[in-house]
């Protein structure tokens, strides 16, 4: 009960007391006033209710338009959040796109770099300044280089020269003892040049390559120029060693069918001197090979 009410009341009460030690000429006065009171008091009492109702139902309203409004950006939220789960899922797929594509990437680094297979193999690719571009990788290029062709004493192996050399300790002055290395040309007729390599090289100094393979086996097949089932080509060319009437023995080399030059060569200095390999049937059974004919050869790996 509120304030105004309790006062009315109390009003009320001391009015009745007041009737009770009146005089009784005012009886129709005060009766009169108590009734007003009354009134009064009744209608305050409703006016009251209606307005706790009205507060209750504007309450209700805040209330439930909270509600609706919390509703609504719940709506929201989930909308965006299915949309970001739906990206989410997109940007995975890509992810998996990128990462399958740069497992591919290091598989064929790791085959650059001939580690598919412990050590792998290298091999001088003859006649080249480049590797296959077939999972191998160049180490370096340079100028093949042995023994002069009348040395006696020389070596039969070719060598490959760097093209950027790294001194040791050194004497610069020319000796006439010990063993000496030179370069190689290519010596035999032009015209069998011309035949063969379809372009003329005589005379020209041979430059050649260090390669090396992702698969470790290697072998140079002589008298083919494809590989055996299950074994991959690294180039295909012609059996070439020196004369044989030199002095110097030269060892057999599979020089790249299509061969280079050396640039800025002379010509005819002479050194390690490259002939076609040539067929003889006394010893050699012929079928399956033919007298005179030059010998191909093919380098192959597994």
């Not at 009886?27 to 706790?52: M, R, V």
């Not at 430059?207 to 140079?220: K, N």
Request: charged fraction near 25%; charge should be negative; proline fraction near 4%.
């Amino acid at each position: 009960m509120d304030l105004t009410r309790l006062h009315l009341l109390c009003l009320a009460a001391m009015v009745t007391l007041c009737l009770t030690l009146s005089e009784p000429n005012i009886d129709d006065q005060i009766g009169a006033i108590l009734k007003q009171l009354q009134d009064k008091s009744t209608e305050h009492f409703k006016l009251e209710t209606t307005l706790n109702q009205v507060l209750t139902e504007v309450r209700s309203f805040k209330s439930t338009e909270a509600l609706e409004n919390m509703n609504i950006r719940l709506a929201d939220l989930e909308k965006k959040l299915t949309g970001q789960q739906n990206e989410n899922k997109r940007l995975d797929g890509e992810l998996a796109d990128v990462n399958d594509q740069l497992a591919v990437i290091k598989k064929e680094q790791r085959r650059q770099i001939g580690r598919d297979q412990i050590g792998g193999s290298t091999y001088i690719r003859w006649g080249r300044k480049d590797c296959p571009q077939n999972g191998t990788m160049k180490i370096y290029n340079g100028q093949a280089a042995g023994g002069h062709y009348t040395h006696s004493g020389t070596s039969p192996r070719m060598l490959c020269l760097p093209s950027e050399p790294v001194w040791g300790n050194y004497d610069d002055k020319q000796n006439s003892w010990g063993n000496f290395i030179y370069g190689v040309e290519y010596n035999d007729e032009g015209s069998r040049f011309q035949a063969i390599f379809g372009q003329n090289v005589y005379d020209l100094e041979v430059p050649c390559a260090a390669c090396q393979s992702s698969r470790g086996s290697l072998v140079m097949i002589p008298g083919r120029t494809t590989c055996y089932d299950g074994w991959a080509m690294e180039y295909t060319g012609y059996l070439m060693a020196g004369h044989y009437s030199h002095a110097a023995q030269g060892d057999y080399n599979c020089v790249d069918a299509d061969p280079e030059t050396l640039d800025g060569g002379k010509g005819n200095e002479n050194g390690y001197l490259l002939y076609f390999v040539e067929v003889r049937c006394e010893s050699l059974r012929c079928p399956p090979y033919v007298m005179g004919r030059e010998l191909p050869c093919v380098v192959c790996t597994k």
